[in-house]
């Protein structure tokens, strides 16, 4: 597990230096022959997405985690952290990290506490300057740890994934983004479950979260 985290932060790290070297590279290819600048000057491009490229950013959402695969089990309020990486105004980098407890009625009694990690690689487009949309896609990691309230034997293990998501962002400033992404994420391990001893039993728990939230950038 250990070296499953340590790749997904190499990752993210060398996601991180490619972009700030891709900006160098615009930065260098817009100074021309002249190889530097006589002053710099204070200048606004207004609430755009473009004004973000090659800055991080950090955030928050409250989203809805929707286990559509399993009728038993309820929806529930999930909370997210994001980091965030505009590499240009077309390509962006996303780890969000997520909680949430949704409680089990059928067929097993319980409640189980999920700890999610979610690396998108996010494909964006601008309509408006303020405005953008994005479809991602990227791995997951599911930390599953399950109370069960009967005598079932229940195991929930942590798990690789998979996810795609959609959404759009809405500059308020140059800074501050308003925030609304859609994921489908798919469990690649089922919950396994018996009964005194009884044969092994299988259940999904493949979701759609639904969060909305603000990114600030710096």
């Known amino acids: ?21 891709w900006g ?21 491009v207004g609430k755009q997405l473009i004004s973000v490229s090659c800055r991080p950013g950090v955030g928050a959402r409250v989203a809805y985690f929707f286990p559509y695969s399993n009728d038993g089990v309820d929806s529930e309020i999930a909370y997210e952290g994001i980091l965030s990486y505009m590499v240009s105004s077309n390509f962006a980098t996303a780890l969000s990290v997520g909680y949430t407890a949704p409680t089990w009625n059928y067929p097993i009694s319980g409640e189980s506490k999920l700890t999610y990690i979610n690396l998108t690689f996010e494909l964006r487009g601008s ?34 994934g998979m ?18 992404d859609v994921k489908h994420l798919w469990f690649l391990e089922d919950y396994k479950y018996s009964e005194d001893g009884g044969p092994v039993e299988k259940e999904k728990l493949d979701s759609v979260i639904m969060g909305a939230g603000f990114k600030y950038f710096f």
């Open 163 to 180: 996810h795609v998501a959609i959404g759009f962002d809405y500059c308020i400033t140059q800074d501050l983004v308003f925030n609304i």
């Open 24 to 44: 160098q590279a615009y930065l260098d290819r817009g100074l021309g022959d002249a190889g530097h600048v006589d002053s710099w000057e204070p200048y606004s």
């Open 127 to 160: 309509p408006t300057p303020e405005f953008g949309l994005y479809l991602g896609f990227g791995p997951s990691m599911i930390f599953n740890d399950f109370d069960s309230d009967t005598d079932f034997s229940v195991r929930g293990r942590d798990s690789f």
């Open 1 to 21: 597990m250990r070296k499953t985290v340590v790749a997904i932060a190499g990752v993210c790290l060398i996601l991180g230096w490619a972009g700030l070297s």
